[in-house]
C-alpha cells in the first residue's frame, strides 16, 4: 500500500482529498482525547474516525 500511496499523492485532486481527511482525522483524535469530551460524543468521533478510514482506502483502491 505504500507504493499506492505515493503514487496518489502525485494527484493533485487526491493529494487535496487525503489531506482533508488527515486533518478531520487529527482533530477529531483530539477532540476525543480531552477529559472534558462526553462519552456519547466520543462514540460519535470514532464512527466517524472509522467512516473516514474507509473513505480514505475507497481512494486509494481506486489509485491501484
Do not use: F, G, Y
Not at 477532540?31 to 462526553?38: G, I, P, R
Not at 474516525?49 to 481512494?59: G, T
Amino acid at each position: 500500500m505504500k507504493h499506492t500511496t505515493w503514487e496518489a499523492l502525485d494527484d493533485a485532486a487526491i493529494h487535496s482529498a487525503l489531506l482533508d481527511i488527515a486533518i478531520l482525522h487529527v482533530n477529531l483524535a483530539l477532540e476525543h482525547s480531552k477529559k472534558n469530551t462526553l462519552p456519547c460524543r466520543k462514540e460519535v468521533i470514532r464512527a466517524e474516525i472509522q467512516r473516514l478510514r474507509l473513505e480514505r482506502d475507497r481512494i486509494l483502491e481506486r489509485r491501484v
